[in-house]
């Protein structure tokens, strides 16, 4: 099956200072790519759709301001949490889904932030 | 709205069979997904149904029913290694994935 990695799986950074992540599709072109977020025990919560070359549409109550979302080529988008707060701590998953495959996304293997 | 409901948690013994349940109500379908996720870990995929029937493959079936909005994930002869959330996932007329809270799946010896 296609493979998406995300990077770092593990961040732990002061409160104040901005993080990113990575997601890649390493064997396939991802036209868009999803991004999650995961409360411990809770179910994934969509934060964002992105599609290669455009904005991210964001999902209600997500500010994207705080999580900025840049996919700028086909294998490759990021995710920005900026100025970051204790509450932005969480399991962070990207997803992909390649040209023509309405149906699956293939998921990253995830980053925990953690924000002191 | 749009809602999935599954059972929070269930428990079950090793070498068992447990059958896990998930209703939906969504603004269209386009698929129904089972996926699995340890703790810690994110989803890895299960299942795919979009039509009714029952889908089987090794230990894990599923089954859809459009009509009633009904799908159940099946697990045979179970291992402890099975022991994790089980996510339903609904693809909605915009395929966009609803997901359902998790049903987190205890194994006993």
């Known amino acids: 099956g296609a493979v998406v990695s995300q990077h770092p799986s593990r961040v732990i950074c002061k409160s104040g200072t901005s993080v990113k992540i990575e997601c890649r599709s390493l064997d396939f072109q991802a036209t868009t790519m999803f991004w999650y977020r995961q409360f411990p025990k809770k179910s994934l919560m969509l934060m964002a759709t992105s599609n290669e070359g455009s904005k991210a549409t964001y999902e209600q109550g997500v500010e994207k301001d705080k999580f900025l979302i840049n996919h700028a080529s086909l294998t490759l988008s990021t995710l920005t949490v900026t100025s970051a707060h204790p509450e932005d701590s969480s399991f962070y998953i990207c997803?992909?889904?390649?040209?023509?495959?309405?149906?699956?996304?293939?998921f990253g293997p995830g980053t925990r932030l953690t924000v002191l | 709205g749009q809602n999935i409901d599954q059972p929070t948690e269930m428990t079950a013994t090793e070498g068992a069979i447990v059958q896990i349940n998930c209703t939906y109500q969504?603004?269209?379908?386009?698929?129904l997904f089972w996926y699995q996720q340890h703790a810690g870990e994110a989803p890895t995929f299960l299942s795919y149904?979009?039509l009714d029937g029952l889908e089987e493959k090794g230990r894990f079936s599923s089954f859809l029913s459009r009509s009633k909005g009904y799908s159940y994930l099946l697990l045979k002869e179970l291992q402890m290694k099975d022991s994790a959330s089980y996510l339903c996932a609904v693809l909605d007329s915009n395929y966009q994935l609803i997901w359902g809270a998790g049903t987190k799946l205890i194994i006993k010896p």
């Open positions: 969504t603004s269209g379908f386009n698929g």
């Open positions: 149904n979009v």
């Open positions: 997803s992909a889904r390649g040209a023509g495959e309405v149906n699956e996304q293939f």
